[in-house]
């Protein structure tokens, strides 16, 4: 019964019979599809290697047509036109060589081209045609031209012999003239040397005779200097007069006004009744006044600047101002260094503004630099006023010398044009006279080197330091009221014994 039992073994050998059955089954079949994978892989070998075959050809012809386009590119560019690509770089060459003739394809473009081609044969063979008939033409003219040359050139061989015999004849005439002339020359400066002679001779007369007249007419200017002072001839008239005059306040009326179109804050210099005629100097002079009121067509309030107590201004008292005119500008010139007030400053400004003030002018001037300003005197220039010149002795340096010696040589020469043109010399203090400026600076300053107006005094040991309390009528008062009646009382510095 224990026989009978399968045992391990049995079920081992069962195990490998099966293992064999399926090992074989599957080797069967794995055959099978070994060879039907075979077929397929040598059928699609086969298809590869037409395939391969079919794509070198068509590679082999793409690079022939590339080769015939000239543009051999990798890439065609069918999708990406680009100028990298075949199709690309082909239609920039048609486009930029064809231009207005370029079409969509090679073909075509060839073809407008080749048509334009043949039209330019065409026109070029026409050209030539007519440049043959035009060679034909110059070649005819050119002939005529020959003629006519030949013809010019016997005429110029011709002429040029009848040149040559000429300037043989000429030449000979020309010999001869140039020993005329030589003997001229020579002539010529014989005479030039006597010339020569004659005005050297003529040139010592000359200066003789210029060195006597300006020895004359130094003569003439001192005698008629001379003459000037004693006579003090002056054609000048009174502008006006003292209408009244108010002592009490300073103030005078004038028989001048608007209808003489006489201007505000104009000065004049009043007169004495008895004077010996205007305009001669400053000794008939008593006063000066500026107007400050047009009061009517002839009548203007004035403000005395300045008078003299022993000569006191009055009614029916002339008055004289250089600088204006009924109606008309006056024009003056100035040479020489303005100083009005003596602070050593040049007050040319301050001049030019008192003459523009009274509506006339200086048109006419020699600066403290020796700068000559203006056109020249003339009939209209009233006078010439001579300021100070400039100490040549006083300079320092070279320099200021030699400006000065200028300015002395500018001052010479308006002083001699307004001898000749008649024009009145006066110096500036006159002139600040007769138009009645009065200085305005009053200020000393130590060690500016002007000299102080307040004399230099010391305490006299006589005078008696106490006063009395009284003051003079002078002082206390205007010096035009009346002066008041004496207490009497005598300073005892005097040896009054206060009878």
Do not use: C
Not at 302 to 323: C, E, F, K, M, N
Not at 461 to 484: D, E, I, P
């Amino acid at each position: 019964m224990a026989a009978s039992k399968p045992t391990a073994v049995h079920f081992s050998l069962i195990f490998f019979v099966m293992l064999t059955l399926i090992f074989g089954v599957m080797a069967y079949l794995n055959q099978k599809d070994l060879g039907e994978a075979n077929a397929k892989l040598s059928q699609a070998e086969q298809t590869a290697r037409t395939s391969d075959s079919t794509v070198r050809k068509l590679d082999e012809e793409l690079q022939a047509l590339k080769k015939l386009i000239g543009n051999e590119q990798e890439e065609i560019g069918l999708d990406n036109k680009t100028p990298n690509t075949v199709i690309g770089a082909t239609e920039i060459d048609i486009k930029n060589h064809a231009g207005v003739l370029a079409e969509g394809t090679i073909k075509n473009t060839l073809l407008k081209l080749s048509g334009q081609l043949d039209q330019t044969k065409n026109q070029l063979a026409q050209e030539q045609a007519d440049k043959n008939k035009l060679e034909a033409q110059y070649l005819a003219l050119k002939g005529q031209l020959d003629k006519v040359v030949d013809q010019h050139r016997t005429a110029r061989e011709g002429a040029e012999k009848d040149l040559a015999d000429t300037q043989k004849v000429k030449e000979e005439e020309v010999s001869a003239k140039d020993q005329q002339i030589a003997a001229l020359q020579k002539e010529n400066e014989e005479i030039l040397i006597e010339l020569d002679q004659l005005r050297e001779t003529d040139a010592r007369k000359i200066k003789d005779l210029e060195n006597k007249n300006n020895t004359y007419a130094s003569l003439i200017d001192t005698l008629r200097s001379r003459l000037t002072e004693v006579q003090k001839v002056s054609f000048e008239k009174p502008d006006g007069e003292i209408r009244t005059i108010d002592n009490s306040t300073g103030v005078v009326w004038i028989n001048l006004g608007e209808a003489d179109r006489l201007p505000k804050r104009m000065n004049f210099s009043v007169y004495r009744k008895a004077h010996q005629g205007i305009g001669r100097g400053e000794e008939d002079i008593i006063g000066a006044i500026e107007v400050t009121k047009i009061l009517g067509p002839h009548l203007s309030e004035a403000r005395i600047v300045s008078d003299d107590i022993y000569q006191p201004i009055s009614p029916g008292d002339p008055i004289y101002t250089p600088l204006w005119g009924v109606g008309r500008p006056e024009t003056f010139a100035v040479s020489g260094i303005i100083d009005l007030d003596g602070d050593g400053k040049s007050d040319m400004d301050l001049l030019n503004r008192i003459v523009e003030n009274a509506n006339a002018k200086i048109d006419n001037i020699v600066t403290e630099n020796g700068e000559r300003i203006g056109n020249g005197l003339t009939v209209h220039t009233k006078f010439l006023v001579i300021g100070e010149s400039p100490d040549v002795d006083a300079a320092k340096t070279d320099e200021q010398r030699d400006k000065m010696q200028q300015v002395l040589s500018k001052m010479k020469e308006i002083r001699e044009e307004a001898r000749l043109k008649a024009v009145r010399v006066i110096g500036i203090n006159d002139f600040l006279s007769y138009i009645g400026y009065k200085p305005q600076r009053r200020l000393y300053t130590p060690g500016s080197g002007i000299a102080s107006p307040i004399k230099a005094g010391a305490r006299q040991t006589g005078v008696n330091a106490v006063s009395s309390g009284q003051v003079s009528g002078v002082y206390s008062r205007g010096k035009r009221l009346k002066q008041q009646t004496s207490s009497g009382q005598t300073s005892k510095v005097f040896g009054g014994s206060g009878k």
